[in-house]
């Protein structure tokens, strides 16, 4: 069992920034595979990066690319996401979430039914 907790969340207004943390325990987090995900109001979750196991391989959706950083720190259990010039449609529940580490694939890091263990979200709200 791996649990996960996200924090960092918050207000901002567009173009700031915000770094989201994900704290892992339960298991050796560097057999997992890290990804991030959010759901805005009214619409489903959706992927918005991915790292393997030992951050040598990064996945974004094409909306936050150049503009999103996915890290980890296995020594420290943790996955981070650091969130530049925010836009207001960045607004969303943000979940961490992790899988056993496997081949590395998109196919294989996009989906959410292919994350085993989550965190309850954090909320990143930016304002216009």
């Known amino acids: 069992q791996v649990r996960l907790v996200e924090s960092g969340g918050g207000l901002v207004q567009a173009g700031t920034s915000l770094r989201l943390s994900c704290a892992a325990s339960?298991?050796?987090?560097?057999?997992?595979?890290g990804g991030w995900f959010r759901q805005a109001p009214g619409k489903e979750r959706e992927f918005v990066a991915a790292?393997?196991?030992?951050?040598?391989?990064?996945h974004y959706t094409d909306s936050v690319k150049d503009r999103f950083t996915i890290s980890r720190n296995n020594a420290q259990n943790s996955v981070y996401l650091q969130m530049n010039s925010l836009k207001p449609e960045d607004t969303a529940v943000y979940y961490c979430?992790?899988?056993?580490?496997?081949?590395?694939?998109?196919?294989?890091?996009?989906?959410?039914?292919?994350?085993?263990?989550w965190g309850q979200g954090t909320q990143v709200t930016v304002s216009s």
């Open positions: 979430a992790a899988q056993r580490a496997r081949i590395w694939t998109i196919a294989a890091v996009t989906p959410q039914n292919e994350y085993a263990y």
């Open positions: 339960g298991r050796t987090f560097s057999n997992y595979d």
């Open positions: 790292i393997s196991w030992s951050g040598g391989n990064t």
